[in-house]
Each structure stands twice: as C-alpha cells, then as structure tokens.
Nanobody, 123 residues
Framework: QVQLVESGGGLVQTGGSLRLSCAAS????????MGWFRQAPGKEREFVAA????????FYADSVKGRFTIARDNAKNTLYLQMNSLKPEDTAVYSC????????????????WGQGTQVTVSS
C-alpha cells in the first residue's frame, strides 16, 4: 500500500503561483510513475502532469505546459507541482496519484490516490 497526502492548495489571484506537495509513504518503491490530476466542479478529472520516477522524465498536459513544473524529491518521498501564471481555469481539486502505469495520462492506470487539495484562482 502507498499513502499519499497533498498540501499547498489555496486561494490565489490570476497570475500568481502555488506549489503543491504530495508526501508518499508505505511501499513507495512499488510505483514507477507519479502524477497530478485535477477536477473542476461539473467537469471530468483531467491529467495535469506526471513523472517517471526512475528517469525523472516529466510529461505535461498542453494546457499547463510552460507554466507548471513537476518534480520529485526521492529522499523525502515527496512529489511537487510548481504552478506559475495561474489562470481562473486552473481552479480545481488537485490530486496526486501513483502506480505502475503505461498510459500515464489516464487516471484509471494509477493504483493510489491522495485526498486532493483545492486550488482556487480568482480573476
């Protein structure tokens, strides 16, 4: 089992920045990929970013490319999402996920999920 706990969400103005953290515990070595997904009210969950834990290779949704950066600290078992130039359309509950995945943009591929943290961007 892997436990994931997100933090760092909050209210920010358009153009502002936030850094989300996802602390992992348990059998973290059993996962090869960690990712961030988000879900806005009335919308489906969507892929934001993911990282292959062995290589460190990042992957981004087109909507956040150039504004968000995913990173991991293996020593601290923590995943980060640095979000810059935030827009109102970034408002959502952000959740981190972990698992052995092939199609990293698909949430159903992930085995473990955190509870989510709310990000609200005011216009």
């Amino acid at each position: 089992q892997v436990q994931l706990v997100e933090s760092g969400g909050g209210l920010v103005q358009t153009g502002g920045s936030l850094r989300l953290s996802c602390a992992a515990s348990g059998r973290t070595f059993s996962s090869d990929t960690m990712g961030w997904f988000r879900q806005a009210p009335g919308k489906e969950r969507e892929f934001v970013a993911a990282i292959r834990l062995n290589s460190g290779s990042p992957f981004y949704a087109d909507s956040v490319k150039g504004r968000f950066t995913i990173a991991r600290d293996n020593a601290k078992n923590t995943l980060y999402l640095q979000m810059n130039s935030l827009k109102p359309e970034d408002t959502a509950v952000y959740s981190c996920a972990a698992g052995n995945v092939d199609r990293l943009r698909f949430g159903e591929e992930y085995d473990y999920w955190g509870q989510g943290t709310q990000v609200t961007v005011s216009s």
